[in-house]
């Protein structure tokens, strides 16, 4: 046991390295998780088992971001779009945060990780809100990265209800008409954290899938065939390597 302990930090300290020594770290990364059903459709699993996985991967994937000084991580965990899955599949998803926490909070703890939520919490399950609500309390004091869980998420209603939160201090005087995009900004949910400077998607699919529409505008975007289950440690290192190698001009030249 304790020499994988010992080959693991070793592996992942000359990670460290050979990144950082490339270029700078994203700030803020935002992951579509996607391909989980197509991974367990490969294995004549049910598509819960896809998930499942996928949910190890966070874990993984979480520990190695903050490991590598990432300042935001954003997962896109479930979308608004999502509740027209068939129920089982849906009832599963809402029951995952709650075993992803209870079996990884105190690492997170451990980590100084602080966990966030962004998405409409009025429809989830009361379970799940819980679970969430526990671990954004007891994480609230924690100064390493914000983890940001996207749960019941969609940009263009998040978009919508930004607006119509706009006209209601409009009309009470509370901001006059000049709407400038930082101002905008902090009516989103995202509101507080940079926009992401880099995207990551996986599976093939090329879409934003209603995802951070407003905050994507500069970002940069790494697309991989790898299903989220299949994701690993050198995936996200790849993806960091080609960001470190783009140029941003953010409109400039
Ligand atoms: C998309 O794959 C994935 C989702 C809709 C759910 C994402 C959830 C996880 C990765 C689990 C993580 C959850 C927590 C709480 C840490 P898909 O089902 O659409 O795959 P397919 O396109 O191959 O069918």
Redesign the pocket.
């Known amino acids: 046991m304790l020499k994988i302990v010992k080959d693991w930090m070793n592996k992942s300290n000359s990670i460290n390295k050979d990144v950082s020594s490339e270029g700078p770290i994203p700030e803020h990364i935002a992951i579509?998780?996607?391909?989980?059903?197509?991974?367990?459709?490969k294995r004549a699993l049910p598509?819960s088992a896809?998930?499942?996985e996928?949910?190890k991967?966070?874990?993984k994937v979480t520990k190695l971001a903050s490991n590598l000084g990432v300042g935001i991580l954003t997962?896109?965990?479930?979308?608004t779009e999502?509740w027209k899955?068939p129920k089982d599949?849906v009832n599963y998803?809402m029951r995952?945060?709650e075993?992803?926490?209870s079996t990884f909070l105190p690492e997170l703890i451990e980590e100084n990780i602080q966990v966030r939520i962004m998405g409409d919490k009025t429809q989830l399950p009361s379970h799940t809100l819980n679970a969430v609500e526990k671990a954004v309390e007891e994480t609230k004091g924690n100064t390493g990265m914000i983890l940001n869980?996207a749960?019941n998420y969609g940009s263009r209603s998040e978009i919508l209800s930004a607006i119509e939160e706009m006209m209601i201090d409009y009309k009470n005087n509370e901001i006059d008409s000049n709407v400038s995009e930082e101002l905008f900004s902090t009516y989103l949910m995202s509101s507080g954290l940079k926009d992401p400077d880099l995207l990551i998607r996986t599976?093939g699919?090329m879409r934003l899938s209603n995802f951070m529409l407003w905050q994507l505008a500069y970002t940069e975007f790494w697309f991989s065939d790898v299903?989220?289950?299949d994701f690993s440690e050198a995936h996200l290192i790849e993806a960091i390597t080609a960001y470190q190698k783009r140029g941003r001009r953010f409109g400039g030249i």
């Open positions: 579509i998780m996607d391909g989980n059903g197509r991974w367990a459709k598509r896809g998930h499942h996928g949910m991967v966070v874990k997962v896109y965990a479930f979308s999502n899955r599949e998803l995952l945060p075993e992803f926490l869980f749960l599976s699919e299903l989220w289950p």
